[in-house]
């Protein structure tokens, strides 16, 4: 399986797994993640207290509706522009994450150890389902023209899920490909 800056021409990949492209990857995921959460944390109240994160996690259409029902037009407002702001910061973060993991990957090669391309993969796949859920959600705050509407809330929890997941894959298998390697010993 080839690495994601495996499919790019090779002097774009390697400008990306540069020092300077890892800083505006990170930078450019900062900038577009600020005003996500800003619009978030406007979301907060004592039964969404995690803002915008407590829909991610409504996985059933009362859990939904509860949490929507104390939103009035304006936090619905923000709610929205939150969810906008995130369908930039993913794949700016599945990228910036992709990239450092080749980087890693780069770097254990030169000392003559093999990584599996697929945990690279793991971000942009974050990163998909991170925008799935984020279409869900914005039919289920519409809640006009997107069908299934009791089946949303499930849809977009079970994305988030899988989302998280990936994520936490990732960062586990980058911890574990980070540990020195005991059998040298």
């Not at 800083?23 to 979301?43: E, F, I, K, N, W």
């Not at 991610?56 to 104390?70: E, G, N, R, V």
């Not at 998909?128 to 959600?137: F, G, V």
């Not at 914005?138 to 069908?147: D, E, N, P």
């Amino acid at each position: 399986m080839r690495p994601p800056c495996g499919f790019l021409p090779s002097a774009f990949a390697s400008r990306l797994q540069s020092t300077l492209g890892l800083v505006v990857l990170s930078l450019l995921t900062l900038v577009l993640g600020d005003p996500m959460l800003a619009h978030s944390d406007t979301l907060i109240n004592p039964t969404a207290s995690f803002g915008i994160l407590s829909l991610q996690f409504a996985c059933s259409a009362d859990a939904a509706k509860t949490i929507l029902d104390t939103w009035d037009g304006n936090a619905l407002l923000h709610a929205r522009l939150s969810l906008y702001w995130d369908m930039g910061f993913a794949p700016a973060y599945g990228i910036a994450l992709a990239a450092l993991t080749e980087r890693f990957f780069a770097y254990r090669a030169r000392l003559g150890a093999r990584s599996p391309a697929a945990i690279a993969w793991l971000p942009i796949w974050a990163a998909l389902a991170d925008w799935l859920e984020n279409l869900l959600h914005l039919c289920l705050i519409s809640a006009s023209g997107c069908g299934a509407h009791a089946l949303l809330p499930t849809l977009a929890c079970s994305a988030a899920l899988l989302k998280w997941g990936l994520l936490l894959g990732w960062l586990l298998a980058m911890f574990l490909l980070a540990l020195p390697n005991r059998s040298n010993r």
